[in-house]
């Protein structure tokens, strides 16, 4: 008889590249842990397959989802060509006003390493961004079509801006106005872009707040990804309407074997949970 998962763990990676840096995984240690998933005989799950299963739906034991956030061009250099080796797939939250025009560049499964493109460490790539240099940093369109074609990636909204508007704005109902603003323009973005565009948010640095939660419930979206550390078991509701918030995983730059204990814990919930109040 075939087992079913008791838990989702849901991975969450930003950067895979060569230049070391913050939320970075070299390239060694990522196809490593990779390769570990294959042999070990995990699936990966895309966001509707994951929808399901938090809805009551069986999937099979050992299932995962892994995550990238914003769209990082080492994404596509490193990250990509791994997965498709493996057959995984992987969800992008994509920051939908960065991805500009262009031809593909090359990735590491088709040229020799010199003629990569060059990749900038985490904090250099946000002073790109922020001086308006946003292709040295982030994916093409014509990169993320030939992903999603591949079958490796499928992308979804990490808003349009990746601004923190309870930041910069100066009260709660000008925050709620950009915030909605905000929302509209990635969902926009995304359906004419891609051709659909789903109820899968990951919140910017992993802040929201009931102003968040309500304005981005009434733009459509239904599940929000967190930073919050934990598993994510299967919930019976009455209706599919009910708003799902996802707790991740944060891959670290270090061994299979560091992320299959991960793994072990955080695909049982009851020590999962024992777990994370040991850890706190």
Not at 179 to 206: K, N
Not at 235 to 250: K, P, Q, W
Request: net charge neutral.
């Amino acid at each position: 008889m075939s087992r079913h998962a008791r838990a989702v763990p849901v991975l969450m990676y930003h950067h895979v590249s060569t230049s070391p840096g913050m939320i970075t995984v070299a390239p060694g240690h990522f196809a490593v842990q990779m390769a570990y998933l294959a042999n070990a005989g995990y699936s990966t799950l895309g966001a509707e397959q994951l929808s399901t299963f938090l809805r009551g739906e069986d999937m099979p034991d050992k299932s995962l989802v892994i995550t990238f956030d914003d769209g990082y061009l080492d994404n596509w250099v490193h990250a990509h060509p791994v997965l498709q080796q493996h057959g995984f797939k992987a969800i992008c939250f994509l920051v939908s006003s960065w991805p500009g025009a262009g031809a593909i560049r090359p990735h590491a499964f088709n040229v020799l390493p010199d003629a990569l493109p060059r990749l900038l460490d985490h904090h250099a790539g946000e002073c790109a961004i922020e001086q308006g240099h946003v292709d040295d940093v982030i994916l093409r369109w014509s990169e993320i079509e030939a992903m999603r074609k591949a079958g490796t990636f499928e992308f979804h909204s990490h808003t349009h801006t990746h601004v923190r508007w309870d930041q910069v704005t100066k009260s709660s109902a000008e925050k709620r106005e950009r915030l909605q603003a905000d929302l509209i323009a990635a969902r926009e973005t995304l359906s004419a872009r891609l051709g659909d565009v789903s109820d899968h948010l990951c919140w910017p640095q992993g802040y929201y707040d009931d102003d968040y939660r309500e304005i981005a419930h009434d733009a459509g979206f239904r599940h929000f990804y967190t930073c919050h550390v934990g598993t994510n078991a299967r919930v019976r509701r009455t209706t599919l309407d009910a708003e799902r918030s996802i707790n991740r995983l944060e891959v670290r730059n270090r061994p299979a074997s560091w992320l299959a204990s991960r793994l072990w814990i955080h695909s049982r919930p009851m020590i999962s949970k024992a777990y994370l109040s040991i850890k706190r």
